[in-house]
């Protein structure tokens, strides 16, 4: 507590923790500025330099006309509905090989086969709001009906391994825990 | 259809989940006690097996008929022979014989119609000889001509006429036999070392006169015959108290029967001499030595009300005049004697409550002198005695005496130099009846509950939180007790309970077992200590020779009391831990009892006893019973079956209606009756089968099962009957059954078992037949069909009286049966008892040919396995094996293990807290206790869990966590300074 107080100089981690080294971003999303030494770290990755290459070839191409790109956009977007049934067989497949026992394997396989589908339903006007214009509407609702149904195609693919797993209590011996034992009236004691 | 290899290994997946009991679990979880029986005067002595060898055994042949041999040291069982299958049946009179011939290393044996003789150090027969009369009396005849062996002389009553035989000690060979050629009553045999004397009764029961017949020892031919008279005081065998033995002037005593003179008969001679007895005597009992080359002296025994005194006499070889050599002071409370030899040297051991006394027979002078520091708290109190006393090389007069004492705590006490060295509690055996209870809670705990319960919850609530706070005050003591109770958890060792009350754990492992045994007494054992007794009590007197014969047994466990009645009428109350007696009536002051029913009155729950004939007398109407009582009945009983109801009548008094009769038909008779269990259980009311559907069990607790034989037909009709209306519900007749052989029926649940001997006929070859012992398994399901509850559907509540009407009126049980073969018979079948009866059932069965208890699990049982073909996919879901006909008693099932179990007369079984476990106890002659998990211990841990690794793993994790800390939070703040490259 003296009141001479001599000012130092500030130490160097003072100044390092005041002035701390810029962060080395890790998000890829945001590109570095041209000529920032990083950038040619970063775009060392294959799918930047493709994404980089396809924005260049493209540059070049005129535009497509507004029926073109519709029709593009309908393709895209049946490609996008049929998904789900594409992957189908073989998850038929894996379940069927998983058998009927209930281990870690079966049960996450069907939670994702429950979790999939039922996702999907929600996420039915996200998939297509990029395909989705004024003037193709009504083709895309179609295509949304042929995705909730193929999605509930594979609800039932998820449906049908719990049923096999005899998840669902549908038989007589589900319930046997919730009925009762008759009662008698009447008691008797023996004395032999 | 699976390949056989894959059905095969399901078979094996499939195997009943019932371990074997696992090496260190012998001993701690299970307890045995090997008895033997109260050990007799007559047949209980101290014998050298080995020539040789200084070491002797202590032999015996108790009054329930087992012969054993026990180490005098340690007071182990060598070995044991039960000589009497009909157990606990103390035959009147005829108690058994043995003796040893002096330096032989065999002891020969008579029991019934048999002689028998067994290799002394190891108990292996030598021969075993059934003849067609009953053996009076057995001697070792010590010389013969035939160097170094000795043979045996049996007397027999064949039909009123004495009949003597010698056999030969090598193999039992008749080597002459002698008859009478008039009828009398064949007494006893006695043999000096020239001349064999039969004695037998001659004339009247009003006036018997001694009969002595003086035999040649080489040829059997009658030499001589004498008459004694006795002034009329023989009025049966029993009359004629000693007939001595071996010595080298065998005698004959009897007294008149006031007990006031003594008359003794040198046997070869006429005379009579008679010795005055000290007034007040009220027994007499006569000590000589068997050896031939002892003294001839003898001690006379007088016991009076309040002490006992004796004489000796000695007898001169020459003259045969008997003298009286000197006396023994009256002493007070309760004596016994003992007589011992080595070479010509007898001395008399006295034994009573305070000291052990050594005289020699020539003089009165006390050759040693122990005072007794009994052991026990309890003071011993001598019956009788044998004594084997050692005279110290090098001393004059130094000596060593062990005498093993019979005491009227039915205890069998070694004593040696004046201490305890053993205790056996032989009485144990001869077991009629047993119960668990809980160990009593303290009544103020019980009372506080109660008084909980009353109140309104406000302050019932308030009260507990007072009571709780309260109880902090065991807070310190309890942790105190955290270490040692967390090193025995880790280390497996029992916690001694505190101040050696037992106290209740929390398995519910820990109970009492209260034991009534034929002699009178009761018992109560401390199971969670390995079966420690805690008291026993002589609580009815039972006269010798008859047994006591309990007709019910219940324990309340709220006053932790428990009721015992007899058939006499007498009827006991004491407290389970203490075995302090609350009430008593003794026999004969109510009139006798066929029965005994624990019934539910208004008045809470008691023991109805059930009169002769069924017979129940009018009830006040607070303590008559709600439910209906089922009887034996009937001028003939054994034949009818009735039940008896209470109706409420509205006054004070209620009195019996029989609601039903059940009548056997002619020529049929009860062999055996079995009910379900009180703490039955029934966790599931269906079966699921392997396709998921359910067949619904028939479960009715007014079940009861009957089986009946017809000795004409040879014939077993099984019943099943409704208890409460008397309703046939199935009935099956087996053919070809042994009627003479035991029956046995046992219930639970849904379904019953009976097993008898029996020849079946196969049915598809009648030329063959197949005969042993069989059990036949019945389950009782509502329908035959899957999915259906039967006519009654979904009913709440269901009425014997009142059926349904439609389709059947009754609604009958489906009944599915199976027949099995067993590899070894069976008897007192018990069935596991578990808390919620999740657990499978074991069926627990003595195994009276191999000495153990065994436990057949269920699956093994069932009726529904697939008979001729291999279970189905879905049935072999269901838990099903293939039939096979015979029932192997697989070394695994036997929970008793190597234990050699003698003579077990019932099973009984209880629930503990735990699921997993059922607790067994069986009793008869030996007494055994163990638990058995017939699902395996799925509930606690076992033995063979290592806490050590579990508690090491973690402790070195956390060290590790420790250790490495730092090390990297260093690393951490070394990454942080490091500067950005």
Known sequence: MSELIIPRPLPNWVSELNKPPAVRTKNAGIVDPPGYPSSQVVSSGSKKRDAAKDTKAAQPRKAPTGEEMDKLKLKKAWEVALGPIKGLPMTAIMMYMSGNSLQIFSIMMVFMAFKNPIIGILATNQAFERFETETNRDKIFQVKAAYVLMQLVALGLGIWKVNSMGLFPTTRSDWLAWELQREPLEFAVPAL | M???????????????????VFQDEVGHLDYHYELLGLPQRETTFFHRPRRDDKASLLYTLTDIGVLGAVNPGNGAVVWRQLLNDTSTTQSAGGLGLLRAGEGENWIASALGKSVHAWDAVSGRNKFWLDFPSEVKDLEIMELTEENRRKDVLVLFDDDKVPVLRRLSGNDGSVVWEFRDTTRDTALQVSTNVERVFVISLRGTPAAYNLKVTVIDTLTGRRMDELVIGTKTDVHSANHVMFVGANSAAPIVAWTDAALTTLRVNVLGTKTRQEFPLAPGTVAVEIHAPRLIQSDPHFLVHSRTATGNRADVYHVDLKTNAITKAYELPLLPGPGAFSTSSSGANVYFTRITGEELTLQASTSHGILG?????AGESTPLHPVHAVAEVIKKAG??????VRAAAVTDADDWVLIRNGETAWSRPEGMTGAVAAAFAEIPESEDLARTLELEAHSNPLEAYMHRVRRHIRDLQHMPAWLNGIPSRLMSSIL???????????????????????????????YGLDIGNHGRVLWSKRVVDIPKGQKWDVKGMHVDESRGQVTVRGAAGEHVVVKTDTGDIISKTPPGSTPPVQGAALVDSLAGQWLLPIGLNGHIDDLPAHSAPKQVVVVRGGPDEGVELKGVAFPANGQSSSSALTTWTFSLPKGQRTVSIATRPTHDVVASIGRVLGDRRVKYKYLNPNTLVLAAADDAASTLTVYLLDAVSGQILSSTTHEGVDTGKPVECAMAENWFLCTFFGQYTLRENPTQSLRGYQVVVSDLYETEEPNDRGPLGDAANFSSVDPIRSPTGVALPSVVSQAYVLAAPISALQVTQTRQGISARQVLAYLPEAHGIVGIPRILLDPRRPVGRDPTAAEIEEGLIKYSPVIEMDPKFVITHERDVLGVKKIITAPSIVESTSLVFAYGIDVFGTRVAPSMLFDILGKGFNKVALIGTVLAIMAGVVALSPMVRKKQIDMRWKAPM
Not at chain 2, 2 to 20: C, H, N, R, T
Not at chain 2, 369 to 373: F, S
Not at chain 2, 395 to 400: E, G, I, Q
């Open chain 2, 369 to 373: 002198r122990w005072p007794i520091k």
């Open chain 2, 2 to 20: 699976l390949p056989p290899q894959l059905s095969a290994l399901l078979l094996l997946a499939l195997s009943p989940a019932v371990g074997a």
């Open chain 2, 395 to 400: 001393s004059t007069d130094s000596y060593a």
């Open chain 2, 492 to 522: 497996g060792t029992e916690i001694a309970a505190k101040d050696g009350q037992p106290a209740r754990d929390s398995f519910g492992f820990h109970k009492l077992v209260i034991l009534a045994t034929a002699r009178g007494r009761l």
